[in-house]
């Protein structure tokens, strides 16, 4: 875009000769063309250069500076384009910055230049009495006033150079592009299809056999009340040994049996499985480990308390015999996790009922002791006896007493009667006072009948104790036997494992979008990286 040159106003002063009437700014009267000559070699070859600095295209405001720079150096131009050639002729860039930098002078080193149309010696310029600079009017040439096509060779220039401008930022993108798309290419789109080939045509299919199982419970219906039966079937219960089953079956001592049991580093070292998947046979077992926690996933839902697990083998028997193998040993995991507790209940119960029944067998032996030392079988039937014997004589000896006093109300009783009747009860008393001393006297056992009882009692009360102490015990023992036998903590499968009849690995599209995001990922990352410290080195 080209600006218009703007003429400036000046105001002179009435007593200037430019104050007479006459604007100096407006165009002078065309005057008549005078007759040319025949010009000379010099003169051809300046209008040749007029005419070629003509067809430069140059801008209103790079005339203006040329005429300019020819003031300052005190060149005589006849027009803006003979002020371009006599700087070019000279020697001098007209459009050079420093040259405009230079024209900033004090006024005493500027002097006018003396165009053909300077006032005549002996008369002051307008410009000294002004005391500013006052650039020259252009003298026209002849003929400069008639009509001219030489208005549209700029423009036609500025279309050609604003085509070439567009035609190189073009060039610029599209190679700015090429080289993109060639990096683009070598870093991400050909790592991606090496991918895509390898999962779609070299990787060996492998089979996921899936199982899910939840670990629960048993508890006597005696604790399903108070604070114990908020938490009963819910899987805050067996959350602690559904994680401890979880990292079993991700260690390496799972690992180290399930290779024992059946053979998992063999199976993976099989020469028929590519490269890339292959454990190597010498692997170390670092290496086998870190094989065994890619082909064997473990999860845990603490919401629901269900475990998940997917094992990952080559053929469909293979991952169906794992899966079951390792379940089988969170089983035994899960029965070992209560198996100290459920012993020391068993030996507890053993033990008091072994107590006990020892206990019993002293009571006993001192029972029967007790028997032999007393002479006496049964101390109640004995008591009993000797009661019944004195609780008899002592009735008949009432009724004796009852003739007696019978026989005595008469006036004249029979006095041999009276004897014999009085005879008779005191063998009543002789006698009743001899059991009696039998139940308290000593005997030839060592005692009395009462104390021989008393033994005997005791003895038996102690053997009817003890007989109730094992009774108790074997019903603990009993109790602890059913606890035992149930499993406290057991395993109980969702999802049964079942051999897959199709590959689930590898998924060839879903691996390769996900290795050209992670390609992209890096790419960009390194791009932004490189950027950014390309951006701080220029700074």
Excluded at 188 to 215: C, D, G, R
């Amino acid at each position: 875009m080209t600006t218009k040159p703007k003429a400036k106003k000046f105001r002179i002063r009435r007593d200037s000769p430019m104050g007479s009437g006459v604007d100096p700014l407006q165009t002078p009267p065309p005057q008549p063309t005078p007759q040319r000559q025949v010009d000379s070699p010099a003169m051809v070859a300046g209008e040749t250069d007029l005419d070629a600095i003509r067809h430069e295209g140059l801008t209103g405001r790079q005339l203006r500076m040329a005429r300019r720079v020819a003031q300052k150096q005190g060149i005589a131009a006849t027009s803006d384009f003979d002020a371009v050639r006599q700087l070019r002729q000279a020697g001098i860039d007209p459009f050079q910055r420093n040259t405009i930098l230079e024209l900033v002078a004090p006024e005493s080193t500027l002097r006018p230049a003396a165009p053909s149309s300077m006032p005549p010696q002996g008369s002051q310029a307008p410009s000294q009495k002004l005391g500013r600079i006052q650039l020259p009017q252009t003298v026209p040439e002849p003929g400069a006033n008639l009509p001219s096509t030489e208005r549209a060779v700029p423009s036609q220039q500025r279309g050609n150079e604003i085509y070439k401008i567009q035609r190189d930022i073009a060039r610029r993108r599209r190679r700015k592009l090429l080289l993109l798309f060639t990096r683009l290419g070598f870093f991400v789109f050909l790592p991606t299809l090496i991918v895509a080939y390898y999962f779609t045509f070299m990787a060996t299919p492998m089979y996921a056999t899936n199982s899910e199982f939840v670990i629960q419970q048993a508890e006597p219906a005696s604790a399903a009340g108070g604070l114990g039966g908020l938490f009963q079937g819910t899987s805050m219960a067996t959350q602690q040994d559904s994680i401890t089953v979880q990292s079993y079956l991700a260690s390496r001592a799972a690992l180290s049996r399930l290779d024992l049991d059946h053979g998992f580093r063999a199976h993976f070292s099989d020469p028929s499985i590519d490269e890339v998947q292959r454990l190597a046979p010498d692997a170390t077992n670092e290496q086998l480990f870190d094989l065994y926690k890619k082909r064997v996933k473990i999860s845990y839902d603490p919401t629901e308390g269900i475990l998940r697990m997917e094992v990952i083998a080559t053929t469909p028997e293979a991952s169906q015999l794992f899966s079951t193998a390792l379940i089988d040993y969170a089983e035994e995991q899960v029965d070992q996790l209560t198996l100290r507790l459920r012993e020391d209940q068993m030996a507890g119960a053993l033990q008091s009922y072994e107590s006990a029944e020892k206990r019993r067998a002293d009571a006993l032996a001192e029972w029967l002791k007790t028997q032999e030392e007393t002479t006496i079988l049964d101390p109640q039937a004995e008591s009993g006896a000797l009661i019944s014997q004195i609780s008899a004589l002592e009735s008949q000896r009432q009724q004796k007493q009852l003739s007696l006093s019978g026989k005595l109300s008469v006036d004249r009783p029979n006095q041999a009667q009276v004897d014999g009747l009085r005879a008779d009860i005191a063998s009543y008393d002789a006698l009743i006072e001899t059991l009696r001393g039998q139940m308290t006297s000593t005997t030839a056992g060592g005692g009395s009948v009462a104390a021989n009882n008393t033994k005997l009692r005791l003895a038996e009360e102690n053997y009817a104790f003890q007989t109730v102490l094992v009774q108790q015990a074997l019903t603990q023992l009993e109790v602890a036997q059913v606890e035992a036998n149930r499993q406290v903590r057991y395993l109980s499968i969702g999802v049964e494992p079942v051999a897959p009849d199709e590959a689930t690995y590898p998924r060839a599209f879903e691996n390769s979008i996900l290795a050209f995001l992670i390609f992209s990922g890096i790419y960009l990352m390194i791009s932004l990286t490189a950027s950014i410290l390309r951006e701080q080195v220029t700074a």
